[in-house]
């Protein structure tokens, strides 16, 4: 077995470094496939933090016989830590680790520690950031974190195998290179929480507006809500996600929400429709109290497509009954628009409650109302 060792200063900025708690242990194993059934352990990363220097170690085993003393060395790393980190971990790293030591007759107690994973807490949000997979390298990728190794861990399956039989430095160096820069990647992914930290934590709207603009190929102007929200921490990348109802721009440590406002006559429904007669001539309907005055021959029985009064003015979307009343462009849907005036943008406790319902929308990968 060979025990390598490397310190060197914490990688990126001030972000990595107050989420990088010195009770954290990242780590990451190299396997002869996805099987622990027909594959075993050949190689382990461990990332730990001592002050502002990152204490790097990585196990090899230069045999698969060598697969125990590996296995062993790692755990024995980890007494000083609290919590283990990985990435998509919980799903892969910890059950091979498991059903290898089972297999090798050693038993270690991972109840012990907490686990964090970067990638399964991130899964809600890594197509914000348009990425082309949800591999460790293509976000380090949009995160500006370079890497000089290639290879994949399917790549280097072969490599082990020629460098176990005959001890190759070159296949050595790439194998530990591929897995260095796995472990010490992974450090750098920590600022990804500020995202979630955004969409998880309460609110906070710092400013509304309303604003008047000319869209793109459009002849008329139209109207936005702009909503301005603080972050918990600073965004590391600027996001921009357009759904159909609003966008999204999150950048350093502010995010615009903008929602377009639609101007014109919608309807509002009234639920006793029996109680009310429909007025064809006028596309309305009025209660039968009113219309028993009425020559019946301008009046009909409403229906409950046809029990509505109509409404002039602006409007904002909304996708669940958070403002009423509620108000359609035609029939009854999931979607509809609440009175947008002035009174709004003082209502602080309103423009929370919109702000989040809002922010739900792109928390879902498809857009839930797409443009007809």
């Known amino acids: 077995m060979k025990l390598l060792q490397k310190t060197i200063p914490i990688p990126g900025g001030p972000e990595v470094r107050r ?36 204490i790097v170690w990585q196990f090899l085993a230069e045999s698969r016989t060598e697969e125990p003393l590996i296995l062993t060395a790692f755990f024995q790393k980890l007494s000083s830590a609290r919590t283990l980190v990985t990435f998509n971990g919980l799903a892969f790293d910890l059950p091979f680790l498991k059903a290898r030591e089972t297999a090798c007759g050693i038993k270690n107690d991972w109840d012990a520690f907490d686990h964090m994973d970067l990638y399964k807490l991130m899964g809600n949000y890594f197509h914000l950031f348009h990425l082309p997979n949800k591999k460790q390298k293509s976000v380090e990728a949009f995160l500006g ?21 005959n001890q190759d430095p070159h296949s050595e160096t790439l194998l530990l290179l591929h897995n260095y820069e796995d472990v010490v990647g992974m450090t750098g992914l920590l600022p990804l929480l500020s995202y979630a930290d955004f969409f998880t934590n309460p609110v906070v709207v710092s400013s509304a507006s309303f ?6 190929q459009e002849s008329l102007d139209a109207t936005e809500l702009l909503l301005l ?48 007669y429909y ?11 009113v219309a028993s005055f009425m020559n019946s021959a301008h009046r009909k029985k409403a229906t409950a497509a046809t029990c509505y009064s109509k409404r002039t003015g ?6 669940d009954t958070l ?17 947008a005036n002035e009174s709004l943008l003082s ?18 990968q498809a857009d839930p109302f797409p443009a007809s």
């Open 19 to 54: 989420r990088f708690l010195a009770s954290y242990a990242f780590y990451d194993i190299e396997t002869t496939g996805l099987s622990p059934k027909r594959s075993f352990v050949y190689l382990i990363g461990l990332a730990l933090r001592k002050g502002d220097s990152l």
């Open 145 to 165: 974190i370079s890497r000089t190794d290639a290879c994949t861990g399917g790549n280097l399956i072969p490599v082990y195998e020629a460098y176990e039989k």
């Open 347 to 364: 209502d602080s406790a309103a423009l929370r409650r919109y702000a989040s319902h809002l922010l739900k929308l792109f928390l879902k």
């Open 314 to 319: 602006d409007f904002l979307p909304q996708y």
């Open 211 to 216: 604003h008047r603009y000319r869209p793109y």
């Open 323 to 339: 403002f009423t009343p509620c108000l359609y462009p035609g029939k009854k849907s999931r979607l509809s628009y609440f009175e």
């Open 279 to 289: 007025l064809p001539e006028e596309d309305i309907a009025i209660h039968k109290s």
């Open 229 to 276: 929200l603080n972050a918990p921490a600073p965004f590391p990348k600027p996001v921009h996600c357009r759904k159909t109802l609003c966008s999204l721009i999150c950048q350093d440590e502010v995010a615009q929400l903008s929602v377009t406002m639609r101007h014109g006559e919608l309807k509002y429904y009234y639920e006793n429709y029996k109680d009310y």
